[in-house]
């Protein structure tokens, strides 16, 4: 640093020599305030989303730099929500970001007393293996009069209406093509 | 460069704080008559700005729980609820614009003692305790609790005033049927005034005056002093708690360098907060004010559009719908350093002639 | 519509900025009421009263819009000579069966069906299945050709049937009933008729506060009555439009995961109805039927094409063989039920809380607690994830972790912006989201986890040769996941919208499927959203950019129309109404239909078009029949078929009042669904006795500043310091009443539990007059539960389990409870005062609620209608 730079980043120097006597605007200004930027401005990329709250369907800009969510704010182009969002869309940020968030699997044991941590992989194979048992357990192949059942209510699911299409679809195949018809979502709710 | 106005008067601030063409003054303008109390300005605020949750305390003012502006929120929507007799009733909607032929709210329902003056009293504390209220920290909102008489309900019930932001004005307390009902809504937010008291008590520089003509506090420059907190006249700037700096709404001064618009107003589902250049703001309230009018709602007025007010008109100002009071506003705010230069003179006098006696006494002594 | 959804209601404040009216009938003062021209305050669970009232304002003074009516809907139709009203049976129509309490709905029917009724017990099966849900031609089929008086001066006819069916609710009566005022009530009717007819529309906006009856849907067909008699669908500015809650609860419906549907709304198989895959598809084309439900064949084949591939085959019906079976009501309430019975294993929720977010919460948890194994996949630790731990049950010692034997894995989710894919908003439009970031640690999509559960499965059964594994074996299901581990959204979303077998194109549209296995598709209506190869869901032509409709924002089901029916905005010839509501019009010099919108209606069949002698399906179309789904092609003021509780809207008290039905003997729905059992009483309701140990009406709902269980707003810090703790809205006479104190405690109590909350008293709340009582509500929001940064009791635990008959929803926006100042007492002392206010209130173990309230005599007219409506047929 120069020691002119030096001398005029001193405020009062700015104040007696600029153009703001009574130092409460230009001279006042801190290096920090004159290199602001949004940080939308600096993100890396932008994806084009759709709020996860009630089904207006508004439009969110998500903006990411470094790999993570740096904000999300309504997408102006939208013609549903013009860009704007309700508290609970504009908290949207917190919602993906938030330390309150689960990370990590964890499982209770039968008579258990607390969490405990578990691998993903295990998870997916213990759960596995209790679809197909309890399926096996409570398998009808056919009613009283000999009609097809081919199906087990052994097993039930209830899901969440912020579930993707794709998903649903997915969801309804699987359970469908193993025979189990208790699956229902909270559009019944 | 400073003028005749620099401390009181019409001015455009930001000419006046040194900027060389400086770009056209920005502001808000808040149109409470189409409010609907969701917050969203709040909440977009304090995730675009990192501020902290302000406590998790129902305050039971209506459906207020943020209470007021303070260091953690810089927007606050205050909930007025209003009961009103049938005289002129002009049903649920009187708030936002229709004639008055429509029955009130509660026209024809079985009537009886109102209750937001009596829950203003309790959320403010202002009666006594009853026991089956559980351990609440004192009202947030200073102004509401200074404007809170300790007067409680008679034993009938019946409506009496408590001068709470919530409840009725002097003169207001009803003796007819409660037929109508009015929910008020409002934003409110710091007023970025043209003479901004907080930014002339500023012993560090901390806060200043943008480009914009906003008025900002740099949190790198704030040493947490607190001049600028008994000098708003508004009662908006706040300091933190844990680092004891002063906060308050910076306009999105990041935002609107980039020009983008202010998180509140981006977010605002109904155009409530408007944002762009002051001057095409008021011309647009005026016209609004004039709409309103004309729909029958004659209550519709400005607060701090007015370049010759206490403060030199205000950067963020209000389409009200009843009296500023009502809102918990100051009706006639003025500049807390209004008499600054006056005061200088009278001080630089002083001290002139007390140089003055100094030399003539060490010439004096010479002598 | 202010309260829960802001974003949506800046339309209704840019309208009331043009000049439209705004008018809002809510049980309280709401933020949405705030902006209304009007308010009317309205006792919650009496809507169809009111909007009875208006039908019958409508009718009597003939405000209809007659050229609309006479050409689209089904107002000259004959109603068969069998139809006994619930004017002639105290509030029973003809045919209720006692046994089943349900009704054979024969004498239903247009004139001439008599000897086409319905087999025995099929309403009861159909109510057991939620048939309501279905395609619209579930039920019995419609003929074709239904005898006609243009005139409207048949006594049979839909029009005199109608008008005397809603004769009696009369504006005296809404007073009565509903506690509206009748000058507030007439401001209603007057406003919205005005604004009705050629040269104006009026829009009908609803949410759940409507659904969540035991008479749900019949609210909704009467909001549909009056804007088809005022001429309001399928035009612009008009409609009957359902805010949804849920980012796509709409697509949660199209591609269903609800235990009696497949997606497209096709009817999952029923184990004596579709036996087999003839009766399958004939159940859902009706032979000889009107309309596009005629291909069913189609879009049912289509879709075992997506799932099985080459397996299936025309040899082997495709592999229907390989579907499972319902056998009656498995819907997620008896699901509870059954847990608590022992009788289910497994529970997977998938974002979901029931703990919170479900009628009569502490069933939920109990039954929970008496499985082997939960998976609970969110975002954040909910309470449905802890019952075991510190659940309210915990505190009273109903179930203890050392005792509590279930399982549970916890497995953390993505969020939105970890993952791409669709959802559906509420006007039925698919929007595509990009993937901004990879999920963190173990949080992974429902598309990740149900890929891996399923090749996990498919990978332990390879070997097996057992018939019960082969739809799993044959599943198409290895194709999803083309690099790494993540299933590709778009490639199931392609899959959804279906391919042409032979070419390995995309389909561009429905009409492009084929019965013969030749074409595929996941769900029939969203086909056309990946036309010309194109993700049509991803489109975001700025709106600046495009015209009001916005067409190239996204798709929308059917076939990217934006407003359904919208044949119907213009006249039978095809022009348009007005000039103003243009929207959809005949060019006679193109031949075809054009607009803003794409027609709802074949692109080249003229206004003029009449189906020749004997026509079935798409070509038995007329040129004038705008309800292009429906059977005989109109629209509905009489529903002939496929309602569970009656062909026309008719007012009963809720499963729960403390009000006498003032119009008919009959209480309550007589044909909603129940389940009377210990762990599910019912307070008593009129005519029964002690209604006064709850004389209280609540209803709960939404705030702005909360969603749903909580789940996804109580966890954060910014909604949660907006509405931090559980409250209850009561007026200041009620609260002088029970000696309520603002911000004190309340206690709620009806048969089910005790939850306690802090007492807001408000002006927003009055006391209505209903007949010569006083009738207090409250208000009560059901966010909170146990877990999280904010906590309280949860609303939910106050409701019971009782249903709508036609999609087997529940009854949760209103009910009695009493209301006492305090805190509620706490450990095993709640399960003792919940106790004593059933003690109080008469309720045993066993306490049976009357399912009719008419005499006997009554009942046996109703049932004998059945019979000697046959005879008169086969005369």
């Given amino acids: 640093m120069g020691v002119k730079t030096w001398i005029e980043g001193w405020p009062v120097y700015r104040q007696l020599t600029g153009t703001d006597p009574l130092g409460r605007g230009a001279a006042a200004q801190s290096a920090r305030s004159k290199s602001l930027t949004a940080r939308t401005e600096t993100a890396d990329s932008v994806a084009k989303s759709v709020c996860p709250y009630c089904a207006v369907g508004c439009g969110q800009r998500v903006f990411v730099k470094d790999g993570e969510v740096v904000q999300i704010e309504g997408d102006p182009d939208s013609p549903i929500s013009k860009g704007r969002l309700c508290p609970k869309g504009s908290a949207s940020k917190s919602l993906v970001t938030s330390d309150r968030r689960q990370r990590k699997v964890l499982y209770r044991r039968p008579y258990g007393k607390d969490w405990e941590e578990l691998d993903l992989d295990t998870a997916m194979e213990m759960i596995a293996d209790r679809v197909l048992a309890a399926r096996e357990e409570t398998w009808e192949d056919a009613d009283a009069d000999g009609r097809p059942l081919n199906r087990t209510l052994g097993i039930s699911s209830l899901g969440g209406a912020t579930l993707d299409n794709e998903e649903n679809y997915l969801i309804k195949k699987l359970f469908t093509a193993m025979g189990a018809v208790q699956i229902e979502n909270q559009a019944r709710i | 460069m400073a003028g005749p106005n620099s401390f009181y008067g019409p001015l455009d601030p930001a000419p006046d704080a040194g900027y060389v063409d400086a770009p056209p003054r920005m502001g808000f303008f808040t149109d409470t008559s189409v409010c609907i109390g969701c917050k969203a300005c709040e909440v977009a605020c304090k995730e675009w700005n990192a501020v902290p949750d302000d406590g998790f305390n129902l305050l039971g003012q209506s459906y207020d729980n943020t209470g007021g502006l303070t260091a953690n929120s810089w927007r606050h929507v205050a909930f007025i609820e209003q009961p009103g007799s049938s005289s002129g009733g002009c049903g649920g909607g009187c708030s936002s614009g229709q004639a008055t032929t429509t029955p009130g709210a509660f026209a024809g329902l079985p009537s009886g003692p109102s209750a937001s003056a009596h829950s203003a009293a309790v959320a403010s504390q202002t009666v006594p305790d009853t026991g089956t209220a559980p351990g609440i920290g004192p009202a947030f909102d200073a102004l509401a609790a200074a404007a809170t008489t300790s007067s409680i309900l008679d034993k009938s019930g019946s409506s009496q005033f408590l001068g709470m932001p919530g409840s009725d004005l002097p003169g207001r307390t009803l003796d007819a049927p409660r037929e109508d009902f009015r929910w008020l809504m409002m934003s409110n937010v710091c007023k970025h005034c043209t003479h901004a008291g907080c930014l002339d008590v500023c012993p560090t520089g901390a806060l200043f005056r943008t480009e914009f003509g906003t008025v900002v506090v740099q949190s790198d420059i704030c040493n947490g002093c607190g001049y600028c907190v008994p000098a708003c006249p508004y009662g908006v700037i706040d300091r933190r ?127 | 519509m202010a309260e829960a959804h802001p974003v949506g209601f800046q339309y209704v404040v840019e309208a009331k900025k043009r000049g439209a009216k705004v008018i809002h009938i809510d049980p309280r003062f709401t933020r949405t009421s705030a902006l209304a021209h009007s308010y009317v305050p309205v006792r919650a669970g009496a809507d169809i009263a009111f909007l009875g009232g208006v039908i019958n304002y409508i009718l009597s003074h003939e405000k209809d819009f007659r050229e609309y009516v006479l050409a689209y809907t089904n107002a ?185 549907l497949l997606p497209g709304y096709l009817p999952m198989p029923h184990h004596e109805q579709h036996e087999t895959f003839s009766k399958w598809i004939d159940a859902i084309r009706h032979p000889g039927q009107k309309g596009f439900w005629a291909n069913a064949e189609s879009y049912a084949v289509s879709l075992l094409k997506s799932y099985f591939g080459d397996a299936a085959t025309k040899d082997n019906d495709f592999g229907y063989g390989w579907m499972p079976r319902l056998t009656g009501d498995h819907g997620t309430y008896r699901q509870v039920l059954d847990m608590i019975d022992g009788k289910i294993k497994g529970y997977f929720l998938l974002g979901q809380n029931p703990a919170v977010g479900s009628a009569h919460g502490r069933a939920q948890r109990l039954g929970m607690a008496n499985l082997d194994w939960l998976v609970v996949r969110d975002l954040f630790m909910i309470e449905s994830a802890t019952f075991w731990k510190d659940g309210p049950e915990v505190a009273t010692g109903e179930i203890t972790p050392e005792t509590c034997k279930t399982e549970v894995f916890f497995m953390p989710a993505a969020s939105h912006v970890e993952k791409e894919g669709t959802f559906t908003q509420t006007q039925r439009m698919l929007q595509w989201r990009e993937k901004a970031v990879e999920p963190a640690g173990d949080c992974r999509s429902e598309l990740w986890f149900f890929y891996h559960l399923g090749r996990l499965l498919r990978e332990r059964l390879a070997d097996s040769t057992l018939p019960r594994d082969q739809g799993l074996l044959n599943l198409t299901w290895d194709h999803y996941v083309p690099e790494g581990d993540e299933p590709s959204g778009e490639i199931v979303l392609q899959e959804i919208n279906g391919y042409n077998l032979e070419t390995g194109k995309l389909l561009s549209s429905f009409t492009e499927m084929k019965p013969d296995g030749s074409t595929s ?38 076939a990217d129309r934006r407003t359904l029916y919208n044949r119907a905005s213009a006249d039978p010839e095809g022009k348009p109404w007005s000039e103003k509501k243009k929207y959809v019009w005949w060019d006679s010099d193109a031949g075809e239909w054009t607009g803003y919108d794409v027609p709802d209606f074949e692109k080249t069949k003229p ?269």
């Fill in chain 3, 607 to 875: 206004p003029s078009y009449r189906p020749p002698e004997g026509a079935t399906g798409v070509e038995a179309i007329s040129g004038d029949d705008a309800f292009i789904m429906q059977g005989d092609g109109k629209g509905w003021l009489y529903a002939p078929s496929g309602l569970i509780d009656g062909p026309m809207p008719t007012h009963y008290e809720p499963a729960e009042s403390g009000v006498r039905n003032p119009l008919y003997d009959q209480q309550a729905n007589p044909t909603r669904k129940i389940y009377d059992r210990s762990d599910n009483l019912t307070n008593p309701s009129a005519p029964e006795a002690h209604t006064d140990v709850y004389p209280y009406v609540f209803s709960t709902s939404r705030l702005t500043e909360h969603h749903t269980a909580g789940g996804m707003s109580r966890q954060l810090a910014y909604l949660s310091e907006l509405q931090p703790e559980m409250f209850i809205e009561v007026s200041p006479q009620l609260a002088a009443e029970r000696g309520l104190e603002h911000l004190g405690w309340a206690t709620i109590v009806t048969a089910r539990s005790a939850i306690e909350a802090r007492v807001m008293v408000t002006d927003r709340m009055r006391p209505l007059r209903i007949e010569d009582r006083l009738v207090h509500q409250v208000w009560l929001p059901y966010h909170w539960g146990h877990e999280g940064l904010v906590t309280g009791d949860a609303a939910n635990d106050l409701i019971g389990i009782t249903l709508d008959p036609n999609v087997l929803i529940q009854e949760s926006k209103v009910g009695t409870c009493d209301v006492r100042a305090g805190r509620r007492p706490t450990g095993a002392e709640l399960t003792a005062y919940v106790q004593s206010f059933r003690d109080r209130a008469g309720l045993a173990p066993d306490h049976k609620q009357p399912m009719t309230t008419v005499d006997q005599a009554t009942l046996d007219a109703s049932g004998a209608a059945d019979g000697s409506s046959d005879e008169d047929g086969d005369s």
């Fill in chain 3, 521 to 558: 598709g996941g769900c029939w209506i969203y086909t056309g959203v990946y036309k010309d190869g194109v993700n049509q869901a991803a489109r975001r032509k700025p709106r600046t950019e495009q015209d009001w409709v916005a067409r190239e924002w996204g798709w929308a089901w059917p």
């Fill in chain 2, 241 to 367: 708690e844990d680092d004891g700096r002063a906060w308050k709404c910076t306009l999105c001064y990041d935002r609107i360098g980039d020009g983008l618009t202010p998180a509140c107003a981006k977010a605002c589902p109904t155009e409530s907060i408007q944002y762009g250049e002051l001057d095409e703001l008021r011309e647009r309230a005026a016209a609004r004010v004039a709409a309103l009018h004309e729909q029958g709602v004659s209550e519709a007025r400005l607060y701090g559009n007015e370049p010759d007010d206490g403060v030199g008109g205000d950067g963020a100002f209000f389409l009200l719908l009843d009296e500023p009071e009502v809102y918990g506003l100051p009706p006639d705010p003025v500049v807390t350093t209004r008499d600054l230069p006056a005061m200088y003179k009278r001080a630089g006098l002083a001290a002139l002639a007390m140089a003055a006696t100094a030399v003539v006494s060490f010439l004096g002594s010479r002598s």
């Fill in chain 3, 76 to 260: 000259a139709m004959l109603v068969h000579e069998g139809f006994q009203d619930t004017e002639d049976l105290a509030g029973l129509f003809s045919g209720y069966d006692e046994e089943l309490k349900a009704y054979d709905q024969s004498t239903w029917q247009y004139a001439g069906q008599g000897d086409e009724g319905q087999e025995e017990g099929a309403s009861h099966v159909d109510r057991e299945t939620a048939s309501g849900l279905e395609q619209e031609s579930h039920g019995p089929p419609i003929p074709a050709d239904v005898p006609r008086d243009d005139t409207l001066q048949d006594p049979r006819c839909v029009y005199q049937v109608l008008k005397r069916h809603y004769a009696r609710y009369t504006p005296e009566v809404v007073e009565r009933l509903c506690g509206v005022p009748q000058e507030k009530f007439l401001e209603v009717c007057e406003a919205w008729t005005s604004n009705s007819g050629r040269e104006k529309t009026t829009a009908l906006v609803y949410s759940v506060g409507w659904t969540q009856h035991s008479v749900g849907v019949q609210y909704i067909r009467a909001g549909a009555i009056i804007q088809l008699l005022l001429g309001n669908m399928g035009r612009p500015g008009g409609g009957v439009m359902a805010l949804r809650g849920h980012a796509s609860i709409q697509g949660s419906t199209d591609i269903p995961t609800l235990f009696n």
